[in-house]
């Protein structure tokens, strides 16, 4: 009885102490809703994709019009940046972007939802390269989001014609090594935003059409397993939060691991503890249709089409080096 009551007592405190610690793993983070989006660019007819390089250049999709890139340079200036119905047309499919990355050679990686491909911008923008457009011989049908690993390689969904009746979205890898291109996981309902955890073992896949997050364990070859939920999220407000059916969109990792989530409907951004799946934090995003999101130096960039703009958020905390060499944050 009495060693029972000893263990009892030792677990009380060791419970409250990890409590403490996982609250002080938190406290680099601001409070719920403590944080005013500040409008930091505008013009784009849909906002989406949002990447910077190193230098602090930021890239956004269809700036001025649907099928560019538009980049806003470090020191404020404006223009398109790459022009994808000229650089690489198709005479059944317009090129529309949607997802952006920055590799490690400072190209832009793209989602070419328009047209269903991969595609590999130069960092000055004048060449356009197709990685992939088909998987075994069958197109892709509408190429939202990307990814990268740190050697390289690229993950992407398509869930063109996906939803909870018709579960038809799948993920993709493209093999920098090897430009081979392989299905990962299907069946699912409109699969959006990617993104590979800085530990590099898992692969966390934004559900839309059924408000969740899925994550895989991801092997040394590139293959998912494991697949399960890593959180639901609210379908209605639960004090500060802000729920309801809100799909997540693009997504991004901060340097601890967590993981923030462009809300489409609900105009926030949700933090995730990973791999807890705890909803952490949620702050504004700036406006409805919060398309995506990305880290540089202490602010999260964030993409709202409702304004057609980009508005950022004074975090504080560091962006994941995606690419190893600080184009991630």
């Known amino acids: 009885m009495k060693l029972s009551r000893r263990f009892a007592c030792f677990l009380s405190v060791w419970l409250a102490l990890a409590a403490v610690g996982r609250a002080a793993e ?3 983070l601001p409070p719920t809703h403590s944080i005013e989006p500040e409008l930091y660019a505008t013009g784009f007819e849909f906002a989406e994709g949002p990447a910077l390089n ?12 649907n099928g560019t890139i538009g980049r806003i340079a470090h020191d404020g200036t404006a223009g398109i940046f790459c022009d994808l119905r000229q650089t690489e047309p198709l005479e059944e499919r317009k090129s529309t972007a949607n997802g952006l990355k920055v590799d490690s ?24 390269e197709v990685l992939a457009d088909r998987c075994e011989g069958k197109r892709f049908n509408s190429i939202n989001d ?16 996906s939803s909870v009746k018709n579960p038809v979205g799948s993920v993709y890898r493209y093999d920098i090594q090897t430009t081979k291109v392989t299905q990962l996981a299907t ?14 073992q898992q692969l966390c ?29 609210p379908t209605e407000t639960r ?36 791999p807890s799946g705890k909803l952490l934090r949620q702050y504004k995003a700036g406006g409805a249709r919060a398309t995506n999101c990305h880290f540089h130096k202490g602010y999260l960039y964030v993409t709202v089409a409702a304004k057609e703009a980009v508005f950022r958020l004074k975090l504080g905390v560091e962006g994941y080096d995606y690419v190893g060499t600080r184009q991630g944050r």
């Open 187 to 200: 069946g699912l309902a409109f699969p959006n935003g990617v993104a590979v955890t800085p530990s590099g």
């Open 239 to 274: 004090g500060e939060i802000i729920g309801g059916a809100t799909p997540p969109d693009g997504m991004i990792f901060d340097v601890a691991g967590r993981l923030y989530v462009a809300m489409y409907t609900g105009g926030v951004i949700n933090v995730v503890e990973v």
């Open 205 to 233: 896949v934004g559900e839309s059409e059924r408000y969740r997050i899925l994550i895989f364990d991801l092997t040394p070859e590139g293959k998912l397993t494991n697949r399960r939920v890593l959180i639901d999220f």
């Open 26 to 28: 938190q406290a680099d």
């Open 54 to 65: 190193a230098a602090g250049d930021l890239f956004v999709v269809n700036y001025r019009f």
């Open 105 to 128: 050679e400072g190209r832009l990686i793209v989602a070419d939802s328009g047209a269903g491909r991969v595609l590999r911008v130069s960092a000055d923008g004048k060449s356009v």
């Open 146 to 161: 990307v990814a990268l690993d740190r050697g390289g390689s690229i993950y992407f969904s398509d869930p063109g014609g």
